[in-house]
């Protein structure tokens, strides 16, 4: 008897199930008004292209002539593992898409770009279907790009990716399409978390892959769906990864209309006591909650919260597109400062050695004291004290260990010994660059004045540059 009323309880249950199903199909076979679309994102404005290429053009002159010299001298690149192509500070403002196995990464960029129900769409499912690392960029004619073209193009920002190896490359595509949304950005959609697959399952470091992405992007969606709130190993190592990027993570709470609106809120609650002990920072991350797909939204459920968060959200990509010029100033400078910053120290190592050496001493023992024991021999309260550098700029001690492990002090000149007649000093012109180019730069970008030449440049200055660094 029990056994009869299991079955019936469970035909019940399937047949519930099903109408469930054809009310839902009949119900998304609507697809949803994209007009506030190109409205939020001002598609239909035209852009003056002539003065965004010429502060591209000044940018990436003071990083070639100020910036990279002292970063090539001193082998930043060795420390920080980034290095800066050209690409790279001519390309588009990055949106990166990351979160669990189907919440609707893929779904939102077909939304975003109106691809749904067209050969180009990006694949969706139920089941994990993005195992590949998706670069959707503006193109003359739709085509897909495979990764080890894209790594070998030098004229795209993707070619430090090779270090990855081929088997990363293999599940790199990218995809381009002419669009007016992607003449202005690019989306970047990424593998699925799956928390039990062990991360050497993947054949290539994903999490590595993940951080180069992280540390380009301008914007990082991280998205959620109500059936996916638990946070595993492999998102919890996500979650560090974005330490210090909180200012471009938004939360996307996504297939809001599922639940009723009580239900909402319980599942709104439970996201953030997930996230809570992930994100150590005082203002919490956004979170949108809404729909994000191109079919209207479920009966009964709050349409007007979902659209103004959909607004929201479109707002906020806005912001990142109207702002890419002064965010890559911003981010040129800042790579400045980590690179003067790394120029003093190796200076001081270099000075400090010299001056424990004697004739009779070791000079792998003395340096290797220096290294281990820095503050002893005051190699960063030094340089605290003698320029404008803030403690908390400075780079971690034991990186300098690592670094002058495969790099000896003997390859490296002084300060005072990087100038030259026609040239100048390597500090004076990264220090100029900081304080005078880049922040003039983008007060012209602000004002609305086209980036000319500096005075120097104009009108010649015809004085020998001074080394302010060499002992008299």
């Not at 002539?50 to 690149?77: C, F, V």
């Not at 381009?176 to 699925?192: A, N, Q």
């Not at 790394?342 to 001493?361: A, P, W």
């Not at 730069?441 to 005075?455: A, D, E, F, R, V």
Request: hydrophobic residues 35%; glycine residues 6%.
């Amino acid at each position: 008897m029990k056994g009869a009323v299991s079955i019936c309880c469970f035909l019940s249950l399937l047949l519930l199930q099903a109408t469930a199903e054809e009310e839902e199909e009949d119900f998304t076979g609507v697809l949803r008004d994209r007009s506030h679309i190109d409205e939020t994102l001002r598609l239909a404005t035209e852009e003056k292209a002539g003065d965004y290429a010429a502060a591209l053009q000044r940018l990436r002159k003071i990083y070639h002539t100020s910036i990279k010299p002292m970063e090539q001298a001193y082998k930043y690149n060795e420390l920080r593992q980034h290095e800066i192509s050209d690409g790279e500070i001519t390309s588009k403002p990055m949106v990166l898409f990351l979160g669990p196995w189907s919440v609707g990464k893929s779904s939102m960029i077909n939304y975003l770009l109106g691809l749904q129900d067209s050969p180009y769409q990006l694949y969706t499912g139920a089941e994990p279907t993005t195992s590949e690392f998706t670069v959707i960029m503006h193109g003359e004619k739709i085509r897909s790009v495979e990764g080890i073209v894209m790594a070998a193009d030098s004229s795209r920002s993707f070619s430090p990716l090779e270090k990855f190896g081929q088997n990363f490359l293999e599940k790199l595509i990218g995809i381009e399409m002419p669009h007016k949304l992607l003449e202005r950005v690019t989306f970047v959609d990424t593998p699925g978390i799956i928390e039990n697959r062990k991360q050497q399952e993947r054949g290539y470091p994903f999490n590595d892959v993940c951080q180069w992405f992280i540390d380009r992007a301008d914007l990082i969606f991280v998205v959620f769906d109500p059936t996916k709130l638990d946070v595993g190993l492999e998102l919890e190592m996500l979650f560090r990864q974005l330490k210090g990027r909180e200012s471009q993570i938004r939360i996307i709470l996504n297939k809001a209309d599922n639940l009723a609106t009580q239900d909402l809120m319980r599942v709104y609650g439970a996201l953030f006591w997930s996230l809570a002990p992930l994100i150590n920072v005082t203002e919490p991350p956004r979170v949108y909650v809404s729909s994000f797909w191109p079919y209207d939204y479920a009966p009964d459920t709050s349409r007007e919260l979902f659209k103004r968060e959909e607004i929201s959200l479109l707002e906020d990509l806005n912001q990142v597109i109207e702002n890419r010029m002064e965010n890559k100033i911003a981010f040129i400078r800042q790579h400045g400062i980590r690179v003067r910053i790394h120029g003093l120290l190796v200076d001081r190592y270099v000075q400090t050695f010299k001056e424990k050496m004697s004739f009779f001493s070791d000079p792998e023992l003395v340096f290797k004291e220096i290294v281990d024991e820095p503050d002893k021999f005051y190699i960063f309260k030094s340089i605290l004290a003698k320029t404008n550098v803030s403690k908390f700029d400075l780079p971690n001690r034991d990186a300098y260990r690592d670094f002058f492990g495969i790099n000896p002090i003997t390859n490296f000149k002084p300060l005072s010994a990087q100038c030259s007649y026609m040239g100048g000093c390597l500090l004076d012109k990264i220090e100029r660059a900081i304080t005078n180019e880049l922040p003039a730069l983008l007060s012209s970008i602000n004002s609305g004045k086209q980036p000319g030449l500096s005075s120097c440049e104009a009108t010649g200055c015809g004085e020998k540059p001074k080394n302010r660094y060499r002992k008299n």
